[in-house]
């Protein structure tokens, strides 16, 4: 928009401080005109809106959550905001209104999503102002949530899909969106201007999610094509809960009776307002973002795996020490490794509850940040000490001393990668 020389207000929650001329390029005074305060989730009457439109021209609401919070509801965020938005619009004269909405958000809604995009749609369509509703179907972008999570499932060897991935799906990428956009507002006023209504934002043609999640696979530089394991509704209605707790609601109950919904239109009106065709999928990734997207896409997936492992090791080393393995064989170790008789049950059983300990926080949603840390410090430790009581343990056939090097790298790479995580996150 700025490069179209438009004056952009962008609302947010917290206005940046002003930008020094010494402000590097790319940072908040390349990316608006001007900020104003807006919060959607305070924001739910025609008089919080009035006092922000006196001088604007069009409004564009892109506003809206995929799965719900204590603090972030579908009729407040996707209804209740954009109502009153669209009220003060024609109080205070703006006679633009652009409304980011969803494909499937019509007559069929039956998510609490769609629905709640579907009540403002037809508020805003049925004020007699110009307005435009965009409706996309999946958007890629690669700094996008799902995208990020498509990708990862991309690079997967088998890819375990509701009904075998046979959903009908049209992506479009997210910079046709942004055209598509800027486009609209350009055209408004003159010959070309789009008549009110909805627009479906989709790619050229539908393909299905399986065909989808198989492009993407190229697109990132890999070889071959992933085992598709077709799995029944009812399975995958089961498996829904967990999937929505592990990919932040991108997948979930609610993903799955949208994809079953299926999310194709027709490209033709798109293209005809980007005077030219949207780009296939095939083209999303390009050369010079392949190697990056993939290592983020395989970490993704990669991690969870390694703390997994993890987590087993203590786990079942706990279990073990807790009585599996002779109890008296463990304290006759433990003498040689020079623990006192009476100290002996202590460490015994304390180090078993050492080891549960750090089994489970490996696996929690929240880890503490010095747990890897912390692990390595007590593999280096116990390893000291054994190479100095008992080295022969260096030369044992099985390597238990030995494989603790592998452990200490892949706790070293956790610690670095979910450090590196924290700090962006900051």
């Known amino acids: 928009m700025l490069a179209g020389g438009f004056h952009v207000i962008a609302g947010v929650r917290r206005v940046p401080a002003p930008a020094g001329p010494e402000a590097p390029h790319g940072g908040h005074a390349a990316m608006a005109s001007e900020y104003r305060a807006v919060d959607f989730a305070r924001m739910t009457t025609e008089a919080d809106w009035t ?14 959550i995929f799965r719900e919070s204590a603090e972030q509801r579908f009729d407040v965020l996707h209804r209740a905001a954009p109502v009153a938005l669209f009220a003060a619009c024609t109080q205070q004269g703006v006679r633009l209104v652009i409304q980011m909405s969803a494909l499937g958000a019509d007559e069929r809604a039956v998510t609490d999503f769609h629905r709640s995009k579907r009540a403002a749609d037809d508020y805003l369509i049925g004020l007699g102002i110009d307005a435009l509703v965009l409706q996309p179907s999946l958007v890629f972008g690669a700094d996008g949530t799902s995208a990020r999570l498509f990708c990862a499932l991309a690079t997967l060897p088998c890819l375990a899909l509701p009904g075998g991935g ?8 997210v910079d046709d969106v942004a055209q598509a956009i800027v486009a609209a507002l350009a055209a408004w006023g003159t010959a070309a201007q789009l008549a009110s209504g909805r627009l479906a934002l989709v790619g050229p043609q539908p393909l299905p999610l399986a065909a989808y999640l198989e492009a993407l696979r190229h697109g990132l530089g890999l070889r071959g094509r992933a085992w598709v394991l077709p799995l029944p509704r009812g399975l995958s209605a089961a498996m829904m809960p967990l999937a929505e707790r592990i990919t932040g609601g991108v997948l979930g109950r609610d993903a ?20 030219r065709a949207p780009r296939a999928t ?7 973002l392949r190697g990056a997207l993939r290592a983020q896409a395989l970490l993704r997936w990669f991690n969870p795996v390694l703390r997994w492992s993890l987590a087993l090791v203590w786990i079942i080393t706990a279990i073990v020490s807790l009585g599996l393995y002779p109890v008296a064989d463990s304290y006759a170790l433990l003498a040689r490794a020079g623990v006192p008789a009476a100290l002996q049950p202590l460490a015994l059983y304390g180090a078993a509850l050492l080891d549960l300990a750090f089994g489970v926080l490996c696996v929690l949603p929240r880890r503490p940040r010095w747990l890897w840390a912390a692990q390595m410090a007590l593999i ?7 190479s100095v009581r008992l080295p022969e343990y260096w030369l044992h056939p099985y390597g238990p001393l030995s494989k603790n090097l592998p452990m200490l790298a892949v706790l070293w790479w956790l610690h670095l990668t979910e450090e590196r995580a924290w700090t962006t996150s900051r």
Do not use: C, K
């Not at 006092?51 to 809206?64: H, I, Q, R, Y």
């Not at 095939?282 to 010079?288: D, G, K, V, Y």
């Not at 280096?380 to 054994?386: D, E, L, M, Q």
């Open 51 to 64: 006092p922000l439109l006196g001088d604007v021209d069009a409004v564009v609401n892109l506003v809206g």
């Open 166 to 173: 046979r959903q009908p799906v049209q992506p479009v990428h």
């Open 256 to 275: 799955l009776t949208m994809l079953d919904q299926g999310s194709v239109a027709d490209a033709g009106p798109l293209t005809r307002l980007l005077g």
């Open 282 to 288: 095939s083209q999303f990734i390009p050369p010079e």
């Open 380 to 386: 280096v430790g116990y390893t000291a000490i054994i």
